[in-house]
């Protein structure tokens, strides 16, 4: 089992329509998660960041934690074409040394006009 | 403006020639870290540092050196490239938890 994982897609969206990402964690104990969106050829770019359950907005993004079930998802709102890009869910272990952060293959999602 | 800088932003070389990457941080952040991104690995950590002179293996050290001589610099050094070292390579630092990346190094090992 990978320690972090997602759906590779494509996900294909609608413009104006709500993008749904989900990411999957091996280690119960981690506590931080973040989301990264990373355009093709281009360096990763932090997005949101969430630490407790529950839902986290900002903006037209929505980050959802549930510990319980070890699962972190983020909602697009609004789908723009200038969200096609790959979105990496980043985790940091409980144990892991310093600030090391475990990274998912990353969903690719394409919002079509 | 706060940034990550690494350069060269793009490299072709030959197996064995000696290379370094540079990175440097104008953050003042403590925690530095080197990673390579291929098709269908993701990004993997290669070495990482958590202040000045201390610095530890990730995920796939090998064939790769660092060091950390000063706070906001943190060199990736290749002594003797091989083809499957050809990457995408991106530093990173940070101070809490959320890294910051550089703008990407891409490598051709010929």
């Known amino acids: 089992q990978k320690e972090v994982e997602q759906n590779s897609g494509p996900l294909s969206v609608p413009e104006g329509a709500i993008a749904s990402l989900n990411c999957t964690y091996s280690?119960?104990?981690?506590?931080?998660f973040f989301w990264y969106r990373q355009y093709s050829g281009k360096s990763p770019e932090l997005i949101m960041s969430?630490?407790?359950?529950g839902d986290k907005e900002d903006g037209r993004f929505t980050a959802q934690l549930n510990k319980a079930s070890q699962y972190v998802s983020l909602l697009i709102r609004d789908s723009q074409p200038s969200d096609s890009a790959t979105y990496l869910c980043?985790?940091?272990?409980?144990?892991?040394?310093?600030?090391?952060?475990?990274f998912g293959g990353g969903t690719r999602v394409l919002v079509k006009p | 403006e706060a940034q990550v800088t690494q350069n060269p932003r793009y490299l072709i070389t030959v197996t064995g020639k000696k290379l370094t990457v540079t990175c440097s941080q104008n953050?003042?952040?403590?925690?530095m870290s080197w990673y390579r991104q291929d098709p269908g690995l993701g990004l993997r950590q290669i070495y990482y540092?958590?202040?000045?002179?201390?610095?530890d293996k990730g995920d796939v050290p090998e064939g790769y050196k660092v060091s950390r001589k000063e706070k906001r610099n943190f060199p990736l050094i290749l002594e003797s490239p091989s083809p499957n070292q050809t990457s995408l390579y991106f530093c990173?630092?940070?101070?809490?938890?959320?890294?910051?990346f550089g703008p990407g190094t891409r490598l051709t090992v010929l």
């Open positions: 990173a630092s940070s101070f809490s938890g959320e890294q910051f």
């Open positions: 280690d119960r104990g981690s506590q931080s």
């Open positions: 969430i630490y407790s359950n």
């Open positions: 980043a985790v940091r272990p409980f144990k892991a040394a310093g600030n090391k952060l475990t």
């Open positions: 953050m003042n952040h403590e925690y």
């Open positions: 540092s958590m202040n000045v002179e201390v610095t």
